[in-house]
T-cell receptor
Framework: QKEVEQNSGPLSVPEGAIASLNCTYSDRGSQSFFWYRQYSGKSPELIMFIYSNGDKEDGRFTAQLNKASQYVSLLIRDSQPSDSATYLCAVTTIYNQGGKLIFGQGTELSVKP | DAEITQSPRHKITETGRQVTLACHQTWNHNNMFWYRQDLGHGLRLIHYSYGVQDTNKGEVSDGYSVSRSNTEDLPLTLESAASSQTSVYFC???????????FGDGTRLSIL
């Protein structure tokens, strides 16, 4: 079982809809969770990070964390064509003092006008 | 503004040559990381450092080395380049273990 799993997609949503991206992790010691956006040919760009159970909102983006079920999700409201990219989920664990990240394979999102 | 820069952005070289990729950050971050990204494999950790004189191997470290002589720089060296090392390389840094990593723009390396 992979340590961090994401659906590879592509996930296709119409413009203005809510895009829901999911990520599950296997290590219950995971403590910090990050979402990165990566446009084709570009570097990963941090969108959200979350440390505690519940929701964290930033503009059109909401990160949701459920440690009991070992999943973290990213919701994008009012999706725009410019949101079309690959979204990477990454986690760190309590056994990793230096913040070494474990990445999922990424989910490709396509927002259709 | 603080930033992290990688150089060169693109490089083509031949098998067997030594290649060094530069990474420089001005955030004064203790933690620095090197990744490679290939289709079908996602981001894979090559080497990382938690401070000056500290270096550690990641999951795909064979054929690569790093050194950390100051806080700002973590150069990645391919001792004898192989075609399997053709990839996009990203450098990243973070302040502490729980803080996010910030990535450089990447180096596209082709080994012929």
């Amino acid at each position: 079982q992979k340590e961090v799993e994401q659906n590879s997609g592509p996930l296709s949503v119409p413009e203005g809809a809510i895009a829901s991206l999911n990520c599950t992790y296997s290590d219950r010691g995971s403590q910090s969770f990050f979402w990165y956006r990566q446009y084709s040919g570009k570097s990963p760009e941090l969108i959200m990070f979350i440390y505690s159970n519940g929701d964290k909102e930033d503009g059109r983006f909401t990160a949701q964390l459920n440690k009991a079920s070992q999943y973290v999700s990213l919701l994008i409201r009012d999706s725009q064509p410019s949101d079309s990219a690959t979204y990477l989920c990454a986690v760190t664990t309590i056994y990793n003092q230096g913040g070494k990240l474990i990445f999922g394979q990424g989910t490709e999102l396509s927002v259709k006008p | 503004d603080a930033e992290i820069t990688q150089s060169p952005r693109h490089k083509i070289t031949e098998t067997g040559r030594q290649v060094t990729l530069a990474c420089h950050q001005t955030w004064n971050h203790n933690n620095m990381f090197w990744y490679r990204q290939d289709l079908g494999h996602g981001l894979r950790l090559i080497h990382y450092s938690y401070g000056v004189q500290d270096t550690n191997k990641g999951e795909v470290s064979d054929g690569y080395s790093v050194s950390r002589s100051n806080t700002e720089d973590l150069p990645l060296t391919l001792e004898s380049a192989a075609s399997s090392q053709t990839s996009v390389y990203f450098c990243a840094s973070s302040a502490t273990g729980s803080q996010p990593q910030h990535f450089g723009d990447g180096t596209r390396l082709s080994i012929l």
